[in-house]
Protein backbone atom coordinates (compact mmCIF):
# COMPACT_ATOMS: atom_id res chain seq x y z
CA UNK A 1 0.00 0.00 0.00
CA UNK A 2 2.84 2.48 1.09
CA UNK A 3 4.77 1.50 -2.65
CA UNK A 4 1.86 2.21 -4.46
CA UNK A 5 1.68 5.72 -2.45
CA UNK A 6 5.00 6.54 -3.40
CA UNK A 7 4.69 5.31 -6.53
CA UNK A 8 2.11 7.81 -7.38
CA UNK A 9 3.76 10.95 -5.79
CA UNK A 10 6.53 10.05 -7.46
CA UNK A 11 4.61 10.12 -11.09
CA UNK A 12 3.00 13.46 -9.53
CA UNK A 13 6.35 15.05 -8.89
CA UNK A 14 7.81 13.92 -12.49
CA UNK A 15 4.42 15.43 -14.38
CA UNK A 16 5.07 18.93 -12.32
CA UNK A 17 8.67 18.83 -13.14
CA UNK A 18 7.64 18.31 -16.55
CA UNK A 19 4.91 21.00 -16.58
CA UNK A 20 7.79 23.33 -14.91
CA UNK A 21 9.87 22.32 -17.61
CA UNK A 22 8.47 22.60 -20.68
CA UNK A 23 7.53 26.56 -19.33
CA UNK A 24 11.04 27.75 -19.03
CA UNK A 25 11.24 26.60 -22.37
CA UNK A 26 8.07 28.28 -24.00
CA UNK A 27 9.78 31.74 -22.09
CA UNK A 28 12.63 31.49 -24.19
CA UNK A 29 11.16 31.02 -27.42
CA UNK A 30 11.27 34.23 -29.85
CA UNK A 31 8.09 35.07 -31.89
CA UNK A 32 9.10 35.60 -35.14
CA UNK A 33 9.27 39.38 -36.73
CA UNK A 34 6.78 40.70 -39.31
CA UNK A 35 9.67 40.57 -41.91
CA UNK A 36 9.76 36.72 -41.68
CA UNK A 37 6.19 35.64 -41.90
CA UNK A 38 5.42 34.42 -45.01
CA UNK A 39 3.92 36.93 -48.25
CA UNK A 40 1.32 36.64 -49.80
CA UNK A 41 2.30 35.46 -53.37
CA UNK A 42 1.21 38.62 -56.04
CA UNK A 43 -0.44 35.70 -58.63
CA UNK A 44 -3.10 33.35 -57.79
CA UNK A 45 -1.42 29.82 -57.90
CA UNK A 46 -3.78 27.69 -58.39
CA UNK A 47 -6.22 27.21 -61.61
CA UNK A 48 -10.08 27.64 -61.43
CA UNK A 49 -12.46 25.05 -62.60
CA UNK A 50 -14.28 25.08 -65.59
CA UNK A 51 -17.29 23.54 -65.89
CA UNK A 52 -19.76 22.74 -68.68
CA UNK A 53 -23.20 24.87 -67.93
CA UNK A 54 -25.83 23.06 -66.94
CA UNK A 55 -28.38 21.17 -70.05
CA UNK A 56 -31.96 22.11 -69.58
CA UNK A 57 -33.21 18.99 -67.84
CA UNK A 58 -30.94 20.08 -65.15
CA UNK A 59 -32.90 21.85 -62.95
CA UNK A 60 -36.86 21.38 -63.01
CA UNK A 61 -39.17 24.02 -64.91
CA UNK A 62 -41.80 24.01 -63.63
CA UNK A 63 -40.60 25.28 -59.91
CA UNK A 64 -40.43 21.92 -58.10
CA UNK A 65 -37.56 20.60 -56.24
CA UNK A 66 -35.22 18.23 -57.20
CA UNK A 67 -34.82 15.56 -54.88
CA UNK A 68 -31.86 13.42 -54.78
CA UNK A 69 -33.62 10.07 -56.70
CA UNK A 70 -34.71 12.42 -59.56
CA UNK A 71 -30.78 13.14 -60.22
CA UNK A 72 -28.97 11.50 -63.07
CA UNK A 73 -26.53 9.52 -62.31
CA UNK A 74 -22.92 11.06 -62.48
CA UNK A 75 -20.85 7.94 -61.92
CA UNK A 76 -18.00 7.27 -64.61
CA UNK A 77 -18.94 3.39 -64.09
CA UNK A 78 -22.78 1.76 -64.16
CA UNK A 79 -23.30 -1.73 -62.15
CA UNK A 80 -25.69 -2.61 -64.89
CA UNK A 81 -28.10 -3.56 -62.54
CA UNK A 82 -31.46 -2.35 -62.57
CA UNK A 83 -34.86 -2.00 -60.14
CA UNK A 84 -35.04 -6.13 -60.67
CA UNK A 85 -31.65 -6.80 -59.17
CA UNK A 86 -33.04 -4.81 -55.81
CA UNK A 87 -33.24 -7.25 -52.45
CA UNK A 88 -37.38 -7.70 -52.01
CA UNK A 89 -38.47 -6.15 -48.85
CA UNK A 90 -42.01 -7.19 -47.82
CA UNK A 91 -44.07 -9.27 -45.31
CA UNK A 92 -43.51 -12.56 -47.47
CA UNK A 93 -39.74 -12.37 -48.28
CA UNK A 94 -37.52 -14.25 -45.97
CA UNK A 95 -33.90 -12.83 -45.75
CA UNK A 96 -32.54 -14.97 -43.24
CA UNK A 97 -31.09 -12.22 -41.47
CA UNK A 98 -30.88 -11.17 -37.80
CA UNK A 99 -34.08 -10.14 -36.13
CA UNK A 100 -36.18 -11.42 -38.93
CA UNK A 101 -38.96 -13.10 -36.75
CA UNK A 102 -37.86 -16.56 -36.99
CA UNK A 103 -37.91 -19.38 -34.05
CA UNK A 104 -34.09 -19.90 -34.49
CA UNK A 105 -32.71 -23.05 -34.25
Not at 1 to 8: K, N, S
Not at 43 to 65: K, L, N
Not at 88 to 94: A, L, S, V
Request: net charge positive; glycine share 16%.
Amino acid sequence: MAGMIIFGLLIAGILCAAMWWDGRRRANLVTPRPDEQPQRPERREHVEEIREADGPDAFPQDGGRLLPYNMRPHSSHSTGKGRESRPKHGPNTHSGSFGSGGLGG
